[in-house]
């Protein structure tokens, strides 16, 4: 059964970190490609971040620099480490194996003074 748990979610200062991880089961943690997107509440769903398998990595121009995406293929995990957040970095984040139809349930990441 293919799982994907989102986690590292919460509440967050202006200019703090988070980092979300992603736990994938066995048959997808090292298989595909993976990435982050994320949903504000009324808006789309949205590209943030991919890497390979072999870890090559994609980043969304809103979060280039301040995002940084990883992965551990022994471990099927998946990690989003999030600095400089702003409120407009507010919403579910959502783990992805890529070319796949599988969603987490997602993390809330809020951030607010």
């Known amino acids: 059964q293919v799982q994907l748990v989102e986690s590292g979610g919460g509440l967050v200062q202006p200019g703090g970190s988070l980092r979300l991880s992603c736990a994938a089961s066995a048959e997808i943690g090292s298989r595909y490609a993976m990435a982050w997107f994320r949903q504000a509440p009324g808006k789309q769903r949205d590209f943030l971040a991919s890497i390979t398998r072999t870890g090559v990595t994609n980043y969304a121009g809103s979060v280039k620099g301040r995002f940084t995406i990883s992965r551990d293929n022994a471990k099927n995990t998946v990690t989003l480490q999030m600095n400089s957040l702003t409120p407009d970095d507010t919403a579910v984040y959502y783990c992805?194996?890529?070319?796949?139809?599988?969603w987490g349930q997602g993390t809330q990441v809020t951030v607010s003074a």
């Open positions: 992805h194996p890529m070319s796949t139809t599988y």
